[in-house]
T-cell receptor, first 112, second 108 residues
Framework: KAGVTQTPRYLIKTRGQQVTLSCSPI?????VSWYQQTPGQGLQFLFE???????NKGNFPGRFSGRQFSNSRSEMNVSTLELGDSALYLC???????????FGQGTRLTVV | GIQVEQSPPDLILQEGANSTLRCNFS?????LQWFHQNPWGQLINLFY???GTKQNGRLSATTVATERYSLLYISSSQTTDSGVYFC??????????FGTGTSLTVIP
């Protein structure tokens, strides 16, 4: 079966712009979680959505937001981009919450 | 949140050697996963192992939940095993806390 799909794979944005990342989970999975990976901070949890409801939120500013649609696909939005937002953004899909997590290939965002 | 520590941070092995990676965590957990991050950044699932021992080919893992640690064993290492290995444990729901990883380099 198809894995977790993240689009786009690469993005270059300018400071102050906003960006939307997309994640399509494994078919049947209802939980989608988002993570940010940077060399300095490692892998950090952003938020989790389960059946269209945000279940948990990490310690990130309000510029980071997300949503989940009825087909379980999720989007993450970052507004007013800063240089420090440059990172690899990973999304994970799970059947339940809690459950085994399966990750997508990630979106590499560069803010210039 | 849960503190997750991995050791060693870096490991260099000759091809064919065996290795043990360790993951310590600060709180009781009902799940633990080991991942291998490939050069393109994707986290590849190795084991879902809240307790006990599992084996998959040359890799095996053991989690002793009561003592709050997990071990990943790699036997007869190959150059394709190179990369970063992460363990992760969840707090509530699927909010995972990751260790800082072990960077493994296998030289031919």
């Amino acid at each position: 079966k198809a894995g977790v799909t993240q689009t786009p794979r690469y993005l270059i944005k300018t400071r102050g712009q906003q960006v939307t990342l997309s994640c399509s989970p494994i078919s049947g999975h209802r939980s989608v979680s988002w993570y940010q990976q940077t060399p300095g901070q490692g892998l950090q949890f952003l938020f989790e959505y389960f059946s269209e409801t945000q279940r948990n939120k990490g310690n990130f500013p309000g510029r980071f937001s997300g949503r989940q649609f009825s087909n379980s696909r999720s989007e993450m939005n970052v507004s007013t981009l800063e240089l420090g937002d440059s990172a690899l953004y990973l999304c994970a899909s799970s059947l339940g919450s809690p459950g085994e997590a399966f990750f997508g290939q990630g979106t590499r965002l560069t803010v210039v | 949140g849960i503190q997750v520590e991995q050791s060693p941070p870096d490991l260099i092995l000759q091809e064919g050697a065996n290795s043990t990676l360790r993951c310590n965590f600060s709180d009781s957990v009902n799940n633990l996963q080991w991942f291998h991050q490939n050069p393109w950044g994707q986290l590849i699932n190795l084991f879902y192992i809240p307790s006990g021992t599992k084996q998959n080919g040359r890799l095996s893992a053991t989690t002793v939940a009561t003592e709050r640690y997990s071990l990943l064993y790699i036997s007869s290492s190959q150059t394709t095993d190179s990369g970063v290995y992460f363990c992760a444990v969840p707090d509530t729901g699927n909010q995972f806390y990751f260790g800082t990883g072990t960077s493994l380099t296998v030289i031919p």
